[in-house]
């Protein structure tokens, strides 16, 4: 059974500070991992989206690197901004189901 | 993009009724439709999967007696919590498959269920 570990679970940063936000995952048999923004009582939108060949992709400020054999992935936003404030979730795609992380909360400082 | 429309976004029932939670594809078919149910501070948790003409899937430990889903079109996904208790009471959220071959996952904007 796939597990996904976020670490950390809360975090809070004064705004500019650039956000690491890490997922690692048990089982490296994936298709492909997914990165979410969820804000309170809300539904989960869609980051980015990395293909197990892929290293990592980028999306404006966020980029998020893949390293499927050591089950890792990060997510990077630069210049965090108060907009930024969610909980991010990653999840990783095997054998057609998801599995998902507790989520980072991330509350970046004005 | 592919979007996923959830309705309602929350509904207070009192305990012993049934409420239906719609999905709807909008600009895409979704032969395949997830059900998570999302406790506070916890993953999302798998419910169920429809797809479109057949039964649901369950989870194991979800009762499909209380979980009732219904995928009658490639557009439409509903859940029916029967008999609703203040146990059932959480965050429910909906979600497709996009793409063909290496996909993603589109979700909708959930649903807030309160038994009271």
């Known amino acids: 059974k796939q597990e996904v570990t976020q670490i950390p679970a809360a975090l809070s940063v004064p705004e500019g500070e650039n956000l690491v936000l890490n997922c690692s995952f048990t089982?490296?048999?994936?298709?492909?991992l997914q990165w979410f923004r969820q804000d309170p009582g809300k539904g989960l939108t869609s980051l980015l989206l990395?293909?197990?060949?892929?290293r990592e992709q980028t999306s404006g400020r966020l980029n998020a690197s893949l390293d499927k054999s050591s089950g890792r992935s990060t997510l990077y936003i630069a210049a965090s901004q108060p907009g930024d404030s969610a909980t991010y979730l990653c999840a990783v795609n095997g054998n057609n189901r998801l599995a998902f992380g507790k989520g980072n909360q991330v509350v970046v400082i004005p | 993009g592919a979007v996923v429309s959830q309705h309602p976004s929350r509904v207070i029932c009192k305990s012993g009724t049934s409420v239906k939670i719609e999905c709807r594809s909008l600009d895409f078919q979704a032969t395949t439709m997830f059900w998570y149910r999302q406790f506070p501070k916890k993953s999302l948790m798998l419910m169920a999967t429809?797809?479109?003409?057949?039964?649901?899937?369950?989870e194991q430990g979800v009762e499909k007696d209380k979980f009732l889903i219904n995928h009658a079109s490639l557009t439409l996904s509903t859940l029916t919590v029967t008999s609703a208790h203040p146990e059932d009471s959480s965050f429910y959220i909906c979600s497709a498959r996009v793409g063909q071959g290496n996909y993603g996952y589109t979700f909708g904007s959930g649903t807030r269920l309160t038994v009271v």
């Open positions: 990395i293909q197990s060949s892929q």
């Open positions: 429809s797809n479109e003409g057949s039964k649901a899937t369950y």
């Open positions: 089982d490296s048999a994936i298709y492909n």
